[in-house]
């Protein structure tokens, strides 16, 4: 007679097909197990794998010895168009509100600086040797970025056949000369 599977066979089963669902990749049986953290072992996973597969309730691509299974695309809900698009927009509107919370905390942290700066109080020498550490670091990254971006544009004006500065246009590309940058700085670092 068969072994009866235990209650937990179907707990393992729901775990292991809603990993799929929610993962919406494909798999294999030591990939489910070392995903699932040790909840089922590898010769487990594999078993169940096959029964799902053969219930219909995932699919199954064997290649050679390798069997990947992948849960089925039918069954997935797909948004809208409206819904993605709304979605969308709530992402958006959240990201806004991150950026403004983090120029928030920056601007609490400036003003109270600034404050301390005005009411007298002079920065320490360890300070100022950060600042200036600081700002070394920060040119040398700019000029790093300005000479490959250089390189870059120099690669693309040899086969362009227009003006560089129409196309920087075009893409919304903003050079330092045209934001109105101090690029002496450079040149004295």
Not at 51 to 54: F, K, M, R, T, V
Not at 83 to 87: D, K, N, V, W
Not at 182 to 185: F, K, Q, V
């Given at each position: 007679m068969a072994p009866k599977k235990s209650k937990g066979a179907s707990d393992?089963?729901?775990v292991v097909l809603d990993y799929l669902v929610k993962a919406n990749r494909p798999y294999s049986g030591n990939d489910i197990s070392s995903q699932l953290h040790g909840k089922v072992s590898v010769p487990q996973a594999k078993k169940l794998l096959n029964?799902?597969?053969?219930k219909g309730k995932i699919q199954r691509k064997d290649n050679g010895k390798q069997q990947v299974f992948y849960a089925n695309q039918f069954e997935i809900d797909v948004p809208s168009v409206e819904?993605?698009?709304?979605?969308e927009e709530k992402i958006k509107v959240l990201q806004e509100q991150t950026e403004k919370l983090k120029s928030g905390i920056k601007l609490k942290e400036n003003d109270a600086r600034l404050e301390n700066l005005r009411s007298g109080e002079v920065i320490s020498p360890e300070e100022k040797k950060k600042i200036e550490t600081e700002h070394t670091t920060m040119i040398k990254h700019w000029k790093a970025r300005k000479r490959m971006f250089k390189n870059v544009s120099d690669a693309i004006a040899e086969g362009y056949p227009g003006k560089l500065k129409d196309l920087f246009e075009e893409l919304g590309i903003e050079?330092?000369?045209d934001v109105g940058a101090?690029?002496?700085?450079i040149a004295a670092n």
């Open positions: 393992e089963e729901k029964d799902l597969a053969e819904e993605a698009e709304e979605e050079t330092d000369e101090d690029t002496s700085i």
